[in-house]
């Protein structure tokens, strides 16, 4: 019989989860109710930013985040093509054009050297928004990517899922990811697989309560209720979406964000165990390098492998840690290279997406690990690999 198959990643339910989730469904409120609030109240200072705006999942953050801003068709975000396709897609939502930029092809993250290269693919459009992505947990250079985006007219808006949790020391100041203090706003995604979990659900932080008005404002149909209106008045300025996220779930997100730090300490120790157990399986297997600034709380334990130097495809090495027990994915297969993108810019020139993802595996990785898995997973790869 076949091994149980261990996941790249899933969430941690524990009995007071589920209990704060029944207490929610007994109160008064299933949708907007008072946990909306706690939750915010409690992640944007968790975070370390002014506000927090909660939203159906991290799509819709990515897509209010856009609306926040007002960008308009025609104008552009920059997005890195090794990401999850919603990073991109928030720039479509709004009929703005996406330029990809390239990443380092040991880390997967937007650099200032590949946003640079992007921006000279802006041309005479006006540039709005540059969205890094702290991939798998590890931090972007904030600062940098910050002063070439201001230099450009544009925001940072950072695509934070991977990286609840991870810290970063710029000059001598710690900072947080998700305290906004190099950009407009951060956004977050609940989904089962990140840090914390609420089934779906995300999560927009700024300092700059005009953002975090507008994104309330979208987030609820563009409904405003001007100040001294008769009790039953709403006005539409302009159209919204219905992007909330229900009291059940933030009575979860509440409930899981005292969790984190748990969390993190687990996710950090399961990363150290991993890169001491893959150290002799170098130079075929490497772990994606750590910028100096970056102390993650990893989402994803993200390895390359040299498929060639193996002697086998990465589906063949798939396919036989699945057998073992071993899931893995693939994070992430370039965004501009999907047919949607490919169509409308053309073929790109990416070497560094194209490197990270020639190599790239993600190993298990999630709170719930028991302590002899990192072993057993490391064990099978090595098996696989004939190492
Ligand atoms: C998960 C994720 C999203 C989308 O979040 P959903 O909640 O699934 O909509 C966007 N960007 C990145 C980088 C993600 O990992």
């Known amino acids: 019989m076949a091994e149980p198959v261990l996941p790249y990643g899933r969430q941690t339910i524990e009995d007071d989860d589920i209990a704060a989730v029944v207490e929610a469904l007994k109160s008064d409120f299933l949708t907007t109710g008072p946990r909306v609030e706690a939750f915010e109240t409690a992640f944007a200072e968790t975070v370390g930013a002014r506000h927090a705006v909660a939203c159906a999942n991290g799509t819709a953050a990515l897509h209010l985040a856009m609306l926040a801003l007002d960008v308009q068709p025609g104008e552009v975000v920059i997005a890195p093509s090794i990401t999850f396709l919603a990073t991109a897609n928030c720039a479509r ?56 985006a201001s230099g450009a007219g544009a925001v940072l808006v950072e695509d934070a899922p991977h990286a609840l949790g991870t810290t970063m020391t710029f000059g001598n100041v710690a900072e947080r990811v998700g305290d906004a203090r190099h950009s407009a706003m951060a956004t977050f995604s609940f989904h089962p697989v990140k840090t914390i979990a609420t089934g779906e659900g995300g999560m927009v932080t700024t300092n700059d309560p005009a953002l975090a008005e507008r994104l309330r404002v979208m987030r609820s149909h563009g409904m405003v209720r001007p100040e001294g209106a008769d009790p039953w008045w709403y006005e539409m300025p302009e159209p919204g979406f219905n992007y909330r996220l229900p009291d059940i779930l933030c009575a979860l997100g509440l409930s899981q964000l005292k969790k984190l730090p748990r969390f993190a300490a687990r996710r950090r120790a399961l990363a150290k165990a991993y890169e001491a157990a893959l150290a002799p399986l170098a130079p075929v297997v490497r772990i994606a390098t750590r910028p100096a600034w970056s102390d993650p709380v990893l989402h994803l334990m993200c390895v390359l492998i040299d498929f060639e130097a193996a002697g086998m495809t990465r589906r063949a090495v798939v396919e036989a840690l699945r057998e073992k027990g071993v899931g893995t994915q693939v994070h992430y297969i370039p965004v501009h290279r999907q047919p949607y993108y490919a169509e409308r810019y053309g073929t790109l020139d990416l070497p560094g997406a194209e490197g990270w993802y020639d190599r790239c595996l993600s190993l298990p990785l999630y709170p719930g690990m028991a302590d002899g898995d990192v072993g057993r997973v490391v064990e099978a790869l090595r098996a696989v690999l004939g190492a």
Not at 106 to 123: F, I, K, Q, S, Y
Not at 128 to 148: S, Y
């Open 93 to 148: 939502y709004v009929g703005a054009e996406v330029v990809f930029a390239d990443v380092d092809p040991d880390n997967g993250l937007m650099t200032p050297e590949t946003l640079a290269d992007a921006l000279t693919r802006v041309g005479h459009r006006k540039l709005r928004a540059v969205l890094p992505v702290h991939l798998r947990g590890d931090a972007v250079n904030l600062p940098k990517l910050a002063e070439l």
